[in-house]
Structure formats: C-alpha cells, structure tokens
Nanobody, 124 residues
C-alpha cells in the first residue's frame, strides 16, 4: 500500500514561491505514475504535473508550464513541486497521487493512491 503524505502548503503573496513535498514510502516499487493534482472550490480536480516513477516528465498543465517544476528523489521516496511566480488562480488544495495503472498521466480517475492534500493560498 502506498500512502502519500503532502507538506509545504501555505499562504503566499502573488509572485512568491512555495515548494510542496510528498513522502510516499514504496511508491517506486508499486506505481507507474506519481504527480500533483489540485482542486479549487467549486471546480473539478485537475492534473498539475505528473512524472513516471521510473523517471521522466509525463505532463504539465498549460497554466503552470514555465512556473512549476516537478521532481523526485527516489532515495527518499519523495516527490516535489517547486512553484514559482504564483498567481491567485493557483489557490487550491494540492494533492499528491500515485497510480499503479498503465494509462495514468494526467487522468485523475486512474490514480488509486491519494494523499490528504495541502492547502495553497495565493493572495493578490
């Protein structure tokens, strides 16, 4: 069983930066994709950035390209999301999720391991 645990959320002013972390013991053995998703109030959950657990970027949402960077440290079983130049529209609950299914990428419904989320609030 893979249990992601997110940390690093908080409140920041527009233009600022945050780094999210996701500790997920064993994910490199049991999953094919791991990534970050977000859900703003009244909106559907959406993919932000996803990578293959074996390495390689699979997906960045257009809205975050050039501002967010996903990375992983396999030795620490940890996934990161560096978020720069934050905008008010980035405000959301951010979730770390992992998938053992072959067609994962940014497909929310293909993810079978989810963390509890960490709140990111960007004020303008």
């Amino acid at each position: 069983q893979v249990q992601p645990v997110e940390s690093g959320g908080g409140s920041v002013q527009a233009g600022g930066s945050l780094r999210l972390s996701c500790a997920a013991s064993g994910y490199t053995y049991y999953t094919l994709c791991i990534g970050w998703f977000r859900q703003a109030p009244g909106k559907e959950r959406e993919g932000v950035a996803v990578m293959a657990t074996a390495g390689g970027i699979l997906y960045y949402a257009d809205s975050v390209k050039g501002r967010f960077t996903i990375s992983q440290d396999n030795a620490k079983n940890t996934l990161y999301l560096q978020m720069n130049s934050l905008k008010s529209e980035d405000t959301a609950m951010y979730y770390c999720a992992a998938s053992s299914r072959t067609n994962c990428a940014d497909r929310v419904y293909e993810y079978n391991f989810w963390g509890q989320g960490t709140q990111v609030t960007v004020s303008s």
